[in-house]
């Protein structure tokens, strides 16, 4: 039996296996999509929207594709493409509230795996340094959407989505190499903003 991770390729012709497919990603994917979205775009309505319209354009694209890659990193890549192109069209910009629930399921959002979040230290037990770290997370979030798009959006997918270099480099259409970098200088300069507050919590 096919899983949505070996998607073969030509075997996404309109009809009964299309479908059965196609619904297969929906329920693999969706809860993703919209967490990336929403990390992308900062509103709960635009992130349905885009939600909507990303399984709408892998719905007309399935059939065409090649199964080079994973199917996520393709639907990640279709998100990431319209989402930007949705903040081009934007001024402004809103904090992004990474602890909120996602609208439809109700699951929390998982915890980001990556070195930033990595970095802080554990304060359960104590209620000072509880309040401390709180401080903290509430300037990570801040801080990370102060951060140029390329560096925030790497960071989004390496440390809140937990994706491979190589699977960013494919939504990005970028080398490796340059995911890299910009992992590590977007994380240079959320250090440098949170600096003395890493400071105050170790």
């Not at 009809?15 to 929403?38: I, K, M, N, Q, S």
């Not at 069209?89 to 399921?105: D, H």
Request: include cysteine; hydrophobic fraction near 35%.
């Amino acid at each position: 039996m096919t899983t949505t991770g070996e998607l073969p390729s030509g075997q996404g012709e309109r009809g009964p296996r299309h479908d059965a497919l196609f619904c297969r990603l929906v329920a693999e994917y969706r809860t993703r999509v919209w967490h990336l979205a929403y990390q992308m775009l900062h509103d709960r309505d635009e992130a349905d929207d885009a939600c909507q319209e990303v399984f709408y354009r892998v719905f007309r694209q399935l059939s065409r594709f090649r199964g080079d890659s994973h199917p996520y990193t393709w639907i990640y890549r279709i998100t990431v493409n319209y989402c930007t192109d949705i903040m081009r069209k934007r001024s402004r910009r809103q904090l992004v509230p990474l602890e909120e629930t996602y609208p439809s399921t109700g699951e929390s959002d998982p915890p980001a795996r990556g070195a930033v979040v990595a970095d802080l230290p554990s304060t359960m037990g104590n209620p000072e340094e509880a309040a401390g770290q709180q401080e903290l997370v509430l300037a990570l979030k801040e801080a990370l959407d102060k951060l140029p798009d390329h560096y925030r959006l790497s960071i989004i997918l390496r440390d809140i989505q937990g994706l491979a270099y190589k699977d960013i480099a494919r939504i990005l259409g970028v080398p490796v190499g340059t995911v890299m970098s910009r992992l590590y200088y977007g994380k240079k300069k959320l250090r440098k903003m949170l600096g003395h507050l890493l400071d105050d919590v170790e």
